[in-house]
């Protein structure tokens, strides 16, 4: 039988005293918290570890004595025997060590006596940092309390992490008892941290009141009605506001985090939303200064009239004879004189709106005070209004060219005796007249000499809003990153990687001989992949999309291609 014991580094120089802390249930291991250093009363040492324990949940309990010779602590072995005696237990650690060695010895006693060694126990030291078991977080994370199936390895991080009362007391704390832990020298900023605490408490509260208003002047009533809400529905700006709304929620409560990921998904988004107006506050300095702001409204005039001279270009190409195909002469000269009719309402809207330019982009440059993100959200919302002439092409192009694919699938049938059952959501057979299969075959005939007409000018529009949806979907891309980058745990794996442990490994600490077998614990850092995987903030683009096959499919039936919809899963 291995008789495995877990010992903090920071007690290797303990002076001499008890051995506090707890046997794992169900595994023959004991895990080392602290050493309580003599003198001691032993009631005052049961009274101690009852408070700790209603404070921790953790059975605490004496293991064992420890000693390291000192002068003038001759008879400190037989007088850590005898508290064998004093203390409850089912087997008894007598733990020492020589100065001068880097081994313990240990003999464990057990409640009717010291049993023989050798055989029946074989002893392992495994060494761990304190420090930094108590600061890390075991992966994979399960739910509290579930202790079903738990390894000996989690039961030994479990333990350690939920011992935090044991780690108050300090050498610097006036009290009966004098222990030896991780925190023994001190606690590091403790004061500080106590000062942040209090004061982040009404500052919380005050932020929570504030975005309840917010809130509250969201759900009025005239802000329900269907235009309004529709439209904010579709402006990025308002659905990154929503966003926003719904962190500043969640982080500013003055609940207090009750598990390991509830307090990085609140650290994630702080973080997160402290880069994201620092970001803001760079632009607009950048934008400020140099009269940038006069150069860009200058220049985005001419670029819209740029771009509607080449649409009116495009599309008098294609009322010729585009690439020498003969197009139906009719049908062309009617949609090329209908879509540059378009073209020419959106110049007249352009310089209507010239004036005002400089002024509308001085206002919407601040936003980005609120965060970078507010800011390529304006700008998407900018850009689609500048291309709401190539939305609208688009859109007209594939409803026509949608009604003849579906007129020509659904006369299609008629030549093969079948037809579209709506109720039941199939095709059945059926027989047609005379007439009616007359009518269908000239149907058919306009529609298929009509459609690569139609089929040309969506093609060409489709391609444009292709390139528009493209750069939308970059900036979208960019906001999406920037809410869900987990940069607080990427933070943690890159300066303090224990924090997020995946594992430990085990190196040989000292082989002496007459003494067990000393192994180092060590942690394996969580893989930046897996950081990314369990740490990532939902955002409003974390919806099932449409798989490429589907995409493909709705561009040839003509279908709309909405980027800002997504599928809707039903949870049980």
Not at 102 to 121: I, L
Not at 227 to 252: D, E, G, Y
Not at 319 to 329: D, I, S, T, V
Not at 402 to 407: E, M
């Amino acid at each position: 039988m291995v008789l495995k014991i877990f010992f903090p580094t920071c007690c290797n120089t303990a002076d001499s005293g008890l051995v506090v802390g707890r046997w794992i249930p169900g595994q023959d291991s004991a895990v080392v918290l602290a050493v309580i250093h003599y003198p001691f009363i032993p009631a005052q040492v049961k009274n101690y570890l009852s408070e700790i324990q209603s404070q921790s949940q953790v059975d605490l309990t004496v293991l064992g004595s420890w000693s390291l010779p000192k002068a003038g602590q001759e008879g400190m072995d037989s007088f850590l025997k005898d508290l064998s005696t004093i203390f409850p237990h089912s087997r008894w650690l007598q733990l020492s060590r020589e100065i001068g060695k880097r081994g313990f010895a240990c003999r464990v006693v057990h409640g009717a006596g010291e049993s023989p060694g050798g055989e029946t126990d074989q002893i392992v030291f495994v060494h761990y940092d304190q420090r930094k078991v108590t600061l890390s977080q075991l992966h994979p994370i399960q739910e509290e309390g579930a202790t079903e199936g738990s390894s000996e390895l989690r039961e030994v991080f479990h333990t350690v992490a939920r011992s935090g009362p044991l780690f108050q007391l300090d050498r610097y704390d006036e009290g009966p008892l004098k222990l030896t832990h991780w925190q023994s020298e001190g606690r590091e900023g403790s004061i500080l941290v106590e000062l942040f605490k209090q004061a982040s408490v009404p500052l919380c509260v005050l932020l929570t009141w504030l975005v309840s208003l917010w809130r509250w002047l969201c759900g009025l009533r005239i802000l329900n009605i269907w235009p309004v809400q529709f439209i904010s529905s579709k402006l990025s700006t308002c659905v990154q506001a929503a966003h926003r709304t719904h962190h500043f929620q969640t982080v500013f409560t003055t609940k207090k985090a009750t598990s390991h990921m509830e307090f990085m998904r609140k650290a994630n988004i702080f973080v997160s939303f402290l880069v994201d107006v620092a970001l803001g506050l760079l632009l607009v300095s950048w934008l400020y200064r140099e009269n940038r702001l006069s150069l860009l409204a200058n220049t985005l005039v001419p670029v819209a009239d740029r771009v509607a001279k080449e649409l009116q270009e495009l599309l008098e190409w294609l009322m010729g004879a585009p690439a020498g195909l003969k197009m139906n002469r009719a049908l062309d000269q009617v949609l090329g004189r209908f879509f540059l009719y378009h073209i020419h309402l959106w110049i007249s809207y352009i310089r209507l709106m010239s004036p005002f330019i400089e002024m509308i982009l001085w206002y919407v440059g601040l936003s980005a005070c609120l965060g970078l993100t507010f800011a390529l959200s304006v700008l998407s919302d900018i850009v689609a209004l500048l291309t709401f002439h190539i939305y609208c092409f688009y859109v007209y192009g594939a409803r026509l060219y949608c009604l003849k694919i579906y007129g020509l699938s659904s006369l299609w049938r008629l030549f093969r005796g079948k037809k579209w059952n709506v109720l039941r959501q199939r095709v059945d057979s059926c027989s047609y007249d005379l007439d009616q299969l007359f009518i269908g075959t000239l149907l058919f005939t306009i529609l298929l000499f009509l459609l690569p007409t139609t089929a040309l000018y969506y093609l060409v529009f489709t391609l444009l809003r292709v390139v528009v949806v493209m750069f939308q979907g970059l900036l979208h891309l960019t906001i999406d990153l920037i809410n869900s980058f987990p940069l607080f745990a990427m933070g943690l794996r890159l300066c303090r990687s224990y924090r997020l442990a995946e594992g430990v490994k085990f190196r040989v600490l000292c082989e002496e001989p007459g003494t067990p077998l000393h192994l180092m614990m060590e942690i394996n850092p969580l893989k930046c992949s897996s950081v990314l995987q369990h740490y990532r903030t939902p955002t409003y683009s974390c919806y099932p999309r449409d798989s490429w096959v589907a995409l493909c499919k709705k561009l040839f039936m003509g279908q709309l291609i909405y980027p800002w919809k997504h599928k809707t899963t039903k949870t049980d």
